[in-house]
């Protein structure tokens, strides 16, 4: 008992720690009086999902009354054709979410620490902070996961780190040299956890979603997800590949019928329509650097993404900064994500949309900008 909790309390009392936890707050999805709104706050695909995926879900929904797979062997087996792996090395979630809720409650305990960065994803804080652990956050050095902040920050006490490589919401990443030194540096019994949601949009010769990582030793597992590219977000699919133990330990503790039927079967289409995929990586590819281009030639500062999103960050003036520019384009139908709780309170993460979408956001942060010259 603390010194706040009553000897004989009056109602359920949640454990030490559970009402310090800031809970997630997602990305706005309306603009009250707006009559047309452009959604570039949450990362979504602007082509969808494949047809065929759409197909599958439909087929599916005509044995709705039918248990889904428990072991979700049709999704692990296509995942696994699709990246030359062996199923039984992949565990599916609901969401990658999920995964990450459950390595934190598998290997963290009260007194155990677990390592973020400074501009990390925020539900690894959650997750550590759920599972009774401590979060040690360290400073990134110019938007990018700092390695020997990291190795510095490990102590005895320390059991996982969770690095996302892209990071959101910078789009920046970690090339696999560096990842090969962080965990060179860190002891076996670590769990250093690869956060891969963005990897498909990633176009770079030294990056590796870490899928060869994770073969090669017994302390890294890497994570997925059908929610960015594959357009799948609101099935609430993600999957790890890791370990044969640490695949035993997760499946031990997660839910017997963690993904619903219609989910295993669109996500399993999805994954073999390699050419749906590439197409929407193309689309991202062209967007991403021609929004980005036409940001910088307004004089904002665009930190470097690889990701489909990107971080524009916003003069420290009255009237310019970002809070300014989001009521702006907001009343102009154009919902970005404000980043103040990822320590960015100057600035707006803007996911690459249609091009109808791209093309008017620009025009808007262009009027914003010239507003206040």
């Avoid at 860190?186 to 990633?202: F, H, I, N, Q, W």
């Avoid at 590219?229 to 590949?241: D, M």
Wanted: aromatic fraction near 6%.
């Amino acid at each position: 008992m603390t010194a706040q909790t009553p000897a004989c309390p009056d109602r359920p009392i949640p454990r030490s720690g559970i009402l310090d936890i800031a809970a997630y707050v997602p990305g706005k999805e309306h603009a009250p009086g707006v009559a047309k709104v452009y959604k570039l706050s949450a990362n979504e695909t602007p082509l969808g999902p494949s047809p065929k995926a759409i197909e599958a879900f439909r087929a599916a929904a005509e044995k709705l009354e039918r248990y889904p797979d428990g072991q979700a062997l049709a999704l692990r087996e296509a995942i696994g054709a699709s990246h030359g792996l062996n199923p039984a090395n992949i565990v599916c979630g609901n969401g990658s979410d999920e995964l990450l809720a459950l390595l934190a409650r598998i290997y963290l305990g009260p007194g155990d620490e677990g390592i973020i960065t400074e501009h990390g994803f925020l539900v690894y804080k959650i997750e550590i902070l759920a599972a009774g652990g401590t979060p040690v956050t360290v400073k990134e050095r110019n938007c990018r996961v700092d390695v020997d902040a990291i190795l510095a920050a490990v102590t005895e006490r320390t059991r996982i780190v969770f690095i996302a490589n892209p990071a959101n919401p910078t789009g920046t990443y970690v090339p696999i040299a560096e990842i090969r030194r962080l965990h060179a540096g860190l002891p076996p019994s670590v769990l250093l956890v690869l956060d891969a949601a963005y990897a498909e949009y990633v176009r770079r010769n030294d990056y590796e979603a870490g899928i060869e990582f994770v073969s090669a030793n017994h302390n890294v597992v890497m994570t997925r997800t059908f929610s960015k590219v594959h357009g799948l977000a609101a099935l609430r699919i993600g999957w790890l590949y890791g370990p044969a133990e640490i695949v035993d330990a997760l499946n031990r503790v997660r839910g017997p019928f963690n993904l619903s039927a219609p989910a295993i079967a669109a996500g399993a289409e999805s994954i073999r329509d390699q050419a749906f995929m590439a197409a929407a990586v193309q689309h991202n590819e062209i967007w991403r650097t021609r929004v980005t281009a036409e940001i910088e030639a307004l004089g904002l500062t665009v930190t470097p993404s690889v990701a489909n999103f990107v971080l524009i960050h916003f003069p420290d003036e009255e009237g310019r900064r970002a809070a300014d520019a989001d009521a702006f384009l907001m009343a102009r139908g154009f919902i970005l994500r404000a980043v103040r709780g990822y320590g960015f309170p100057n600035a707006l993460r803007l996911t690459i949309g249609d091009e109808e979408a791209n093309l008017g956001v620009v025009a808007a942060l262009k009027a914003f900008v010239e507003q206040g010259r």
